[in-house]
């Protein structure tokens, strides 16, 4: 029986898996290439986040706001000088550059902040019932953030020019060059939102995962791309609902399986999902979906 206190907070998992998926999502849509920094941009968006608020500023919904502004400028730079120039020499090259930096991340992170995770303020602490049932506000924000964010994703890629631009310049660059679309201008575009979403991420999950930590920055990695996969690497709506399954099913799972067996277990039911779906649950219709 599915146990509706598990499906909560499954969900909740779920949605923080989703907001690091659509980073993957994103950077693939655009380039072709897979960005496994994605975990850390997390990590490093909460720990920017928690300094913001050691400084004083303690309305955390601002602190996102800046995280948020300070990530769309450093992801234009992060393509410009770690990813852009390797991927002249092919996709594979540029993957490879993007593990490099999640070793400098995961470093730098340390050594700035230490290795040890930090409790971080909620953006609206308490909970509300639903009868018996107890669901925080921090987890309602996450999801409707993510609700917002993927929706108007979703659109802009699918009925807006800018969004068709995007991904005609993702298909074939040079072609979408000749019809007059700015190919550089959207691929950092693609870079900077999926830095910038990323960094806002860590400042709504480190309530619950708390900042920093040496490797939770792996470990949503793992997470969001695992749920991409699953949904469909090529469509939002796939990613995000993919890491709304992954989440539940963890939960769920977590309840009557021994500590540890949870991942191999997971990790075993995307291997016959991809075996009978390999381009992901919503694989078959990522055109559609976007």
Not at 144 to 159: D, S, T
Not at 168 to 180: E, I, K, L, Q, W
Request: net charge neutral; proline share 3%.
């Amino acid at each position: 029986m599915l146990n509706l206190e598990l499906l909560v907070s499954g969900l909740t998992l779920g949605a923080i898996y989703a907001l690091v998926a659509l980073g993957f999502h994103l950077v693939f849509k655009m380039t072709g290439i897979i960005d496994f920094a994605q975990g850390d941009k997390v990590v490093l968006g909460g720990l920017v986040g928690l300094s913001l608020v050691r400084a004083g500023l303690n309305v955390v919904l601002v602190v996102a706001i800046i995280v948020l502004a300070l990530g769309l400028i450093v992801g234009v730079v992060y393509d410009l000088v770690a990813i852009l120039p390797t991927q002249r020499n092919g996709e594979v090259a540029a993957i490879a550059a993007t593990v490099g930096m999640t070793l400098l991340f995961a470093n730098g992170h340390q050594i700035i902040w230490g290795p040890d995770a930090e409790p971080f303020p909620a953006i609206a602490g308490g909970h509300f019932h639903i009868g018996a049932l107890q669901i925080t506000y921090q987890s309602v924000i996450i999801w409707v953030v993510l609700a917002v964010i993927g929706g108007v994703l979703a659109y802009v890629l699918e009925r807006t020019r800018l969004g068709r631009g995007m991904i005609a310049s993702a298909t074939d660059p040079m072609a979408a060059t000749t019809v007059g679309i700015n190919v550089s201008r959207d691929r950092s575009l693609s870079f900077a939102l999926a830095f910038g979403l990323a960094a806002m991420a860590g400042v709504l999950v480190a309530p619950i995962t708390l900042a920093g930590g040496g490797g939770l920055g792996t470990a949503l990695t793992l997470k969001g791309f695992t749920g991409a996969v699953l949904g469909g690497l090529g469509s939002t709506r796939g990613v995000i609902v993919g890491s709304l399954l992954l989440g539940v099913l963890e939960s769920q799972l977590a309840s009557f399986l021994p500590d540890g067996n949870v991942d191999p277990v997971v990790f075993g039911i995307l291997i016959v999902v991809l075996l009978v779906a390999p381009n992901g649950l919503f694989g078959l219709r990522r055109q559609r979906l976007a």
